[in-house]
T-cell receptor, first 113, second 114 residues
Framework: DGGITQSPKYLFRKEGQNVTLSCEQN?????MYWYRQDPGQGLRLIYY???????QKGDIAEGYSVSREKKESFPLTVTSAQKNPTAFYLC????????????FGPGTRLTVT | GQQLNQSPQSMFIQEGEDVSMNCTSS?????WLWYKQEPGEGPVLLIA?????ELTSNGRLTAQFGITRKDSFLNISASIPSDVGIYFC??????????????FGSGTQLTVLP
């Protein structure tokens, strides 16, 4: 079955540590996205990538970094510079042309104490 | 900007009732997407609309692309407990060009009471 996987489902870190969230897709999509969701809030775009080796900042990129070395993978690193990293992180992918539908992974809940 | 205003913010309904929610904008959209998010999970695409006036169904769900292209509606008939979740509308940001970014509404939290 094609889809998007995110791991782990739950992640706990101490303040000051960098942490990397995994996102893999086998939908053959060119575009991938990272969103942050806080309790009771909508989705805010962190970074997106339209093609391998290229990515762009979204609305709230400060304190985050990404890489896109393979079409299937788009890992997100939450750095110690992110002031309030505890949140639910969602990865999505879409085709680069044609329709706009984005398909989401199951999410990773990050807790930093 | 191309903000999406979603209402109501939350709904409490009895099992078996019909539900209606909507999404409006001051800007024109050429696509409307409706997602459902269950607690602790990622959003799942329910319905995609691509043409003004279009009415599309997915089981008990029906969504419409408003004629003005500035709004969309989602209806759920005969609600059941598993309909519980947050429903989001979304549309492409025209200013994003080829970047294909979506803007999302703030969501409608649906609670179904037995």
């Amino acid at each position: 079955d094609g889809g998007i996987t995110q791991s782990p489902k739950y992640l706990f870190r101490k303040e000051g540590q960098n942490v990397t969230l995994s996102c893999e897709q086998n939908l053959n999509h060119d575009a991938m996205y990272w969103y942050r969701q806080d309790p009771g809030q909508g989705l805010r775009l962190i970074y997106y990538s339209q093609i391998v080796n290229d990515f762009q900042k979204g609305d709230i990129a400060e304190g985050y970094s990404v890489s896109r070395e393979k079409k299937e993978s788009f890992p997100l690193t939450v750095t110690s510079a992110q002031k309030n990293p505890t949140a639910f992180y969602l990865c999505a992918s879409s085709a680069r042309q044609g329709r706009y539908e984005q398909y989401f992974g199951p999410g990773t809940r990050l807790t930093v104490t | 900007g191309q903000q999406l205003n979603q209402s109501p913010q939350s709904m409490f309904i009895q099992e078996g009732e019909d539900v209606s929610m909507n999404c409006t904008s001051s800007s024109i959209f050429n696509t409307w997407l409706w997602y459902k998010q269950e607690p602790g999970e990622g959003p799942v695409l329910l319905i995609a609309l691509y043409k003004a006036g279009e009415l599309t169904s997915n089981g008990r769900l029906t969504a419409q692309f408003g004629i003005t292209r500035k709004d969309s509606f989602l209806n759920i008939s005969a609600s059941i407990p598993s309909d519980v979740g947050i429903y989001f509308c979304a549309g492409p940001l025209l200013t994003s060009g080829s970047a294909r970014q979506l803007t999302f509404g703030s969501g409608t939290q649906l609670t179904v009471l037995p």
